[in-house]
Nanobody, 128 residues
Framework: QVQLVESGGGLVQAGGSLRLSCAAS????????MGWFRRAPGKEREFVAA????????YYAPSVKGRFTISKDNAKNTVFLQMNSLKPEDTAVYYC?????????????????????WGQGTQVTVSS
């Protein structure tokens, strides 16, 4: 079975950095797109960034482009989200997700119910 486990969340001051990890297991993931999403209190789920496992193509939400970087380590089946210049509005629970046969860009618009796999999330809190 496919499992996604996020880690790396925590409390940081505005302007600081965090690196999130998503450890994936249970598949080769060669046909998958992997994405990061977030949900802040009282808000809808928001797409953050995505990467295709095989090609490495990336796509970012405008709100994080230039500050966040998504990357992967194929040998370790791990996807990362490097978050720099963090702002209080970045505070949210961050989730890793995986979907077969879609592009990184499509992860930005695909319905939640259509995504194959989700991690349990990791809390990111940015203080002022």
């Amino acid at each position: 079975q496919v499992q996604l486990v996020e880690s790396g969340g925590g409390l940081v001051q505005a302007g600081g950095s965090l690196r999130l990890s998503c450890a994936a297991s249970g598949s080769t993931f060669s046909s998958y797109a992997m994405g990061w999403f977030r949900r802040a209190p009282g808000k809808e789920r928001e797409f953050v960034a995505a990467i295709s496992w095989s090609a490495g193509s990336t796509y970012y939400a405008p709100s994080v482009k230039g500050r966040f970087t998504i990357s992967k380590d194929n040998a370790k089946n791990t996807v990362f989200l490097q978050m720099n210049s963090l702002k209080p509005e970045d505070t949210a629970v961050y989730y890793c997700a995986a979907e077969r046969w879609v592009t990184a860009q499509r992860m930005a618009v695909i319905p939640d119910g259509s995504i194959d796999y989700w991690g349990q999330g990791t809390q990111v809190t940015v203080s002022s």
